[in-house]
């Protein structure tokens, strides 16, 4: 199915004359709402008739030429195995939660106070796109201290973590719509990373000290590019929620 796509970003956009005047306010076409539209459009595009068997028969004749233990299997494996995650930054530490409960990312929005309701993790509502959600603190919901992200990001240089892509030139804070069993909360963070697959192997039980901690939300850790990223129990942070959900209701 044919879809007619704008290409504004290569034509007046970072790709073209940079003539764009939105510009000045999106400084890179990757966070213009015209540019996530487009992709979004992409992505949700229905496929061609006999697309998919087209594929399936391909890769069938492949597996079968290059036998059971062919690279191309193993990668297929590899690939259903994975796991899709969200890696973001809330003060110091890299956070990911999967992809499946994650239902927006969008730029930071105002957040309203209520009068002898709000508290350290209830922070207040959210109007994200006239709807109004619940936004909550994952840091302190986390129990994360504050702290100087460059500043311990450069500690992390001297114990010899050395990776280019470790801190972004330019970050930008995001807030992230959670939607877990149909409830939708919000939450600010301060770095979004992106989307990456992770195999199980990559995935490293936590230390025993954090383990035992009664209110750890870590599910998993991950090695990945000089980071270590907190992989978390979402079930667990869902319940979290809902009883100050319940508290504030």
């Known amino acids: 199915m044919n879809v007619s796509i704008d290409h504004c970003w290569n034509k007046i956009g970072v790709g073209g ?5 939105q510009l000045k306010t999106v400084i890179h076409c990757r966070n213009c709402s015209v540019y996530g539209a487009a992709g979004r459009t992409l992505l949700q595009r229905e496929a061609p008739d006999g697309y998919l068997e087209e594929w399936t028969e391909l890769l069938t004749q492949e597996l079968q030429q290059q ?3 062919s690279t191309l299997k ?9 796991m899709a995650l969200s890696v973001f930054r ?12 994650i239902k927006e990312i969008t730029y930071t929005c105002p957040i309203h106070t209520l009068p002898h309701r709000s508290n350290h993790v209830f922070l207040g509502i959210v109007n994200i796109r006239g709807e109004i959600l619940m ?8 129990g994360l201290p504050l702290g100087d992200f460059n500043s311990h990001n450069q500690r992390s240089n001297e114990l010899n973590i050395k990776n280019k892509n470790n801190i972004s030139p330019v970050t930008y804070k995001r807030m992230i719509v959670l939607e877990i069993q149909a409830n939708r909360w919000v939450f600010p963070v301060d770095e979004v990373l992106g ?3 992770f195999s199980p192997d990559q995935l490293r039980d936590t230390p025993v000290v954090i383990s035992k901690t009664p209110d750890t ?15 978390l129990d979402h079930e667990l942070v869902f319940y979290e929620l809902l009883f100050y959900t319940l508290n504030r209701a």
């Open 135 to 142: 936004c909550i603190s994952l840091r302190d919901l986390l």
């Open 195 to 197: 989307v990456y697959r």
């Open 74 to 82: 193993k990668r297929v494996s590899l690939a259903s195995e994975s």
């Open 90 to 101: 809330v003060a110091q530490e890299w956070v990911a939660l999967p992809v499946s409960v």
């Open 67 to 69: 036998g059971t233990s």
């Open 17 to 21: 004359d940079s003539s764009c005047p």
């Open 217 to 231: 939300y870590t599910k998993k850790i991950i090695a990945w590019q000089g980071k270590y990223i907190n992989y």
